[in-house]
Protein backbone atom coordinates (compact mmCIF):
# COMPACT_ATOMS: atom_id res chain seq x y z
CA UNK A 1 0.00 0.00 0.00
CA UNK A 2 1.15 3.88 -0.63
CA UNK A 3 2.54 5.70 2.50
CA UNK A 4 3.26 9.52 2.49
CA UNK A 5 6.25 10.52 5.33
CA UNK A 6 6.90 14.59 5.96
CA UNK A 7 9.36 15.42 8.49
CA UNK A 8 9.87 17.03 10.68
CA UNK A 9 6.20 17.26 12.43
CA UNK A 10 7.13 20.48 14.53
CA UNK A 11 9.84 22.95 13.45
CA UNK A 12 10.65 26.73 15.09
CA UNK A 13 13.30 28.66 13.43
CA UNK A 14 14.46 32.01 14.26
CA UNK A 15 13.95 35.13 10.75
CA UNK A 16 16.39 34.81 8.52
CA UNK A 17 17.39 31.00 9.21
CA UNK A 18 16.65 28.41 6.44
CA UNK A 19 14.20 26.00 5.99
CA UNK A 20 14.07 22.49 4.38
CA UNK A 21 11.23 20.16 4.52
CA UNK A 22 10.80 16.90 3.20
CA UNK A 23 8.38 14.69 2.30
CA UNK A 24 8.88 10.85 0.90
CA UNK A 25 6.12 8.95 -1.07
CA UNK A 26 6.33 4.80 -0.82
CA UNK A 27 4.26 2.00 -3.14
CA UNK A 28 3.73 3.86 -5.86
CA UNK A 29 5.41 5.46 -9.04
CA UNK A 30 5.42 8.42 -10.79
CA UNK A 31 3.09 10.42 -8.36
CA UNK A 32 2.51 13.96 -8.65
CA UNK A 33 3.44 15.46 -5.56
CA UNK A 34 2.35 18.87 -3.75
CA UNK A 35 3.57 21.33 -0.97
CA UNK A 36 0.83 23.39 0.76
CA UNK A 37 0.04 26.04 3.75
CA UNK A 38 -2.66 26.14 5.89
CA UNK A 39 -2.35 29.78 7.92
CA UNK A 40 -4.03 29.72 11.36
CA UNK A 41 -7.47 29.89 10.30
CA UNK A 42 -7.87 29.93 6.95
CA UNK A 43 -8.01 27.25 4.10
CA UNK A 44 -5.30 24.95 2.27
CA UNK A 45 -3.20 27.07 -0.64
CA UNK A 46 -1.49 25.71 -3.05
CA UNK A 47 2.74 26.21 -2.70
CA UNK A 48 4.16 23.87 -5.55
CA UNK A 49 2.79 21.17 -7.30
CA UNK A 50 5.33 18.26 -9.56
CA UNK A 51 4.42 15.58 -11.99
CA UNK A 52 7.47 14.51 -12.59
CA UNK A 53 11.01 14.53 -11.49
CA UNK A 54 13.01 18.39 -12.02
CA UNK A 55 9.13 19.95 -12.67
CA UNK A 56 7.92 21.79 -9.85
CA UNK A 57 5.32 24.81 -10.65
CA UNK A 58 4.76 27.27 -8.84
CA UNK A 59 1.59 28.77 -7.27
CA UNK A 60 2.30 31.37 -5.33
CA UNK A 61 5.34 33.98 -5.66
CA UNK A 62 6.97 33.96 -2.63
CA UNK A 63 9.96 33.54 -0.85
CA UNK A 64 10.07 29.46 -1.01
CA UNK A 65 11.19 26.62 -3.26
CA UNK A 66 10.65 23.30 -3.87
CA UNK A 67 12.39 20.49 -5.59
CA UNK A 68 12.18 16.97 -6.56
CA UNK A 69 15.16 15.14 -6.47
CA UNK A 70 13.98 11.83 -7.06
CA UNK A 71 10.54 10.52 -8.41
CA UNK A 72 9.02 9.86 -4.97
CA UNK A 73 11.12 13.02 -3.04
CA UNK A 74 9.84 16.72 -2.65
CA UNK A 75 11.31 19.09 -0.88
CA UNK A 76 10.49 22.39 0.49
CA UNK A 77 13.24 25.25 0.89
CA UNK A 78 13.50 28.75 1.83
CA UNK A 79 17.41 30.51 2.25
CA UNK A 80 15.47 33.21 4.40
CA UNK A 81 12.38 32.65 6.64
CA UNK A 82 10.37 35.22 7.45
CA UNK A 83 7.79 35.43 10.24
CA UNK A 84 4.99 35.11 7.41
CA UNK A 85 6.40 31.87 6.72
CA UNK A 86 4.99 30.70 10.32
CA UNK A 87 2.35 28.11 9.33
CA UNK A 88 0.97 24.40 8.63
CA UNK A 89 2.75 22.86 5.68
CA UNK A 90 1.14 19.45 4.37
CA UNK A 91 2.22 17.47 1.45
CA UNK A 92 0.37 15.37 -0.62
CA UNK A 93 0.81 12.82 -3.55
CA UNK A 94 -2.29 11.56 -5.72
CA UNK A 95 -2.06 9.25 -9.20
CA UNK A 96 0.19 10.33 -12.18
CA UNK A 97 -2.12 10.78 -14.15
CA UNK A 98 -4.82 13.41 -12.41
CA UNK A 99 -8.49 13.58 -12.79
CA UNK A 100 -11.48 14.30 -11.36
CA UNK A 101 -11.73 10.82 -9.18
CA UNK A 102 -7.96 10.72 -8.18
CA UNK A 103 -8.01 11.77 -4.72
CA UNK A 104 -4.99 13.37 -2.85
CA UNK A 105 -3.01 11.48 0.24
CA UNK A 106 -2.13 14.08 2.40
CA UNK A 107 1.26 14.01 4.91
CA UNK A 108 0.53 14.54 8.60
CA UNK A 109 2.23 17.95 8.44
CA UNK A 110 5.05 20.36 9.85
CA UNK A 111 3.79 22.86 12.14
CA UNK A 112 6.38 25.87 11.48
CA UNK A 113 6.76 28.63 13.94
CA UNK A 114 8.93 31.10 12.92
CA UNK A 115 10.67 33.35 15.90
CA UNK B 1 -15.84 36.33 -1.71
CA UNK B 2 -14.24 32.94 -1.33
CA UNK B 3 -14.68 30.29 -4.44
CA UNK B 4 -15.57 27.66 -1.89
CA UNK B 5 -18.01 28.95 1.20
CA UNK B 6 -18.29 26.35 3.70
CA UNK B 7 -20.91 26.96 6.97
CA UNK B 8 -20.85 26.73 9.98
CA UNK B 9 -17.53 27.98 10.61
CA UNK B 10 -17.62 26.23 14.02
CA UNK B 11 -20.48 23.28 15.53
CA UNK B 12 -20.76 22.25 18.68
CA UNK B 13 -23.04 19.25 18.82
CA UNK B 14 -24.31 16.88 21.42
CA UNK B 15 -23.15 13.01 21.56
CA UNK B 16 -25.58 10.96 18.76
CA UNK B 17 -27.05 14.08 17.25
CA UNK B 18 -26.95 14.35 13.17
CA UNK B 19 -24.74 16.49 11.78
CA UNK B 20 -24.88 18.51 8.37
CA UNK B 21 -22.09 20.72 7.21
CA UNK B 22 -22.44 22.60 3.62
CA UNK B 23 -20.12 23.87 1.30
CA UNK B 24 -20.98 26.39 -1.67
CA UNK B 25 -18.72 27.29 -4.45
CA UNK B 26 -18.87 28.99 -7.35
CA UNK B 27 -16.21 27.84 -9.63
CA UNK B 28 -16.99 25.38 -12.22
CA UNK B 29 -15.57 22.09 -10.89
CA UNK B 30 -15.47 18.56 -12.29
CA UNK B 31 -15.72 16.82 -8.75
CA UNK B 32 -16.22 17.92 -5.03
CA UNK B 33 -13.83 17.00 -2.31
CA UNK B 34 -14.48 16.51 1.38
CA UNK B 35 -11.57 16.31 3.31
CA UNK B 36 -10.89 15.58 7.41
CA UNK B 37 -8.05 17.23 9.55
CA UNK B 38 -7.66 15.12 12.84
CA UNK B 39 -6.39 17.67 15.34
CA UNK B 40 -2.93 16.70 15.46
CA UNK B 41 -3.06 18.51 11.45
CA UNK B 42 -3.07 15.15 9.49
CA UNK B 43 -5.73 15.44 6.48
CA UNK B 44 -7.19 12.08 5.47
CA UNK B 45 -9.83 11.85 2.24
CA UNK B 46 -13.62 11.12 2.83
CA UNK B 47 -15.32 11.27 -0.17
CA UNK B 48 -14.56 12.65 -3.92
CA UNK B 49 -17.80 13.08 -5.92
CA UNK B 50 -19.58 15.04 -8.84
CA UNK B 51 -23.10 13.88 -8.69
CA UNK B 52 -25.58 12.65 -6.53
CA UNK B 53 -24.69 11.33 -3.26
CA UNK B 54 -22.24 8.93 -1.59
CA UNK B 55 -21.99 6.90 1.73
CA UNK B 56 -19.65 5.82 3.96
CA UNK B 57 -20.21 4.51 7.65
CA UNK B 58 -22.31 7.28 9.17
CA UNK B 59 -21.13 10.06 6.77
CA UNK B 60 -23.17 10.47 3.61
CA UNK B 61 -22.19 13.52 1.17
CA UNK B 62 -24.39 15.10 -1.57
CA UNK B 63 -24.09 17.05 -4.07
CA UNK B 64 -26.47 19.58 -6.19
CA UNK B 65 -24.43 20.39 -9.32
CA UNK B 66 -26.84 23.25 -10.57
CA UNK B 67 -27.46 24.54 -7.48
CA UNK B 68 -23.09 24.43 -6.68
CA UNK B 69 -23.77 23.14 -3.53
CA UNK B 70 -22.68 19.71 -1.28
CA UNK B 71 -23.54 18.55 2.49
CA UNK B 72 -21.74 16.23 4.54
CA UNK B 73 -23.78 14.28 6.81
CA UNK B 74 -22.90 12.37 10.04
CA UNK B 75 -25.41 10.33 11.46
CA UNK B 76 -25.05 9.25 15.65
CA UNK B 77 -22.42 11.82 15.87
CA UNK B 78 -19.29 10.97 18.35
CA UNK B 79 -16.56 12.46 20.37
CA UNK B 80 -13.91 10.62 17.63
CA UNK B 81 -15.58 12.61 14.69
CA UNK B 82 -14.57 15.64 16.46
CA UNK B 83 -12.26 17.14 13.48
CA UNK B 84 -11.92 20.04 10.70
CA UNK B 85 -14.44 18.89 8.24
CA UNK B 86 -12.81 20.62 4.68
CA UNK B 87 -14.17 21.10 0.93
CA UNK B 88 -12.54 21.43 -1.59
CA UNK B 89 -13.57 22.30 -5.54
CA UNK B 90 -11.67 20.38 -8.25
CA UNK B 91 -11.04 21.18 -11.56
CA UNK B 92 -8.40 20.72 -14.28
CA UNK B 93 -5.98 19.41 -11.55
CA UNK B 94 -6.61 22.83 -9.62
CA UNK B 95 -8.34 22.43 -6.29
CA UNK B 96 -9.52 25.14 -4.39
CA UNK B 97 -10.01 25.01 -0.34
CA UNK B 98 -12.95 25.99 1.78
CA UNK B 99 -11.41 27.06 4.80
CA UNK B 100 -13.03 24.24 7.27
CA UNK B 101 -15.53 23.60 9.63
CA UNK B 102 -14.41 22.62 13.05
CA UNK B 103 -16.99 19.95 15.08
CA UNK B 104 -16.48 19.35 18.42
CA UNK B 105 -18.63 16.12 19.51
CA UNK B 106 -19.38 16.33 23.48
CA UNK B 107 -20.37 12.94 25.25
Known amino acids: SQTIHQWPATLVQPVGSPLSLECTVE??????LYWYRQAAGRGLQLLFY??????ISSEVPQNLSASRPQDRQFILSSKKLLLSDSGFYLC??????????????FGNGTRLTVT | KNEVEQSPQNLTAQEGEFITINCSYS?????LHWLQQHPGGGIVSLFM???GKKKHGRLIATINIQEKHSSLHITASHPRDSAVYIC?????????FGAGTRLTVKP
Open chain 1, 50 to 55: SVGIGQ
Open chain 1, 92 to 105: AWSVPVPSAYSPLH
Open chain 2, 88 to 96: AAYNNNDMR
Open chain 2, 49 to 51: LSS
Open chain 2, 27 to 31: VGISA
Open chain 1, 27 to 32: GTSNPN
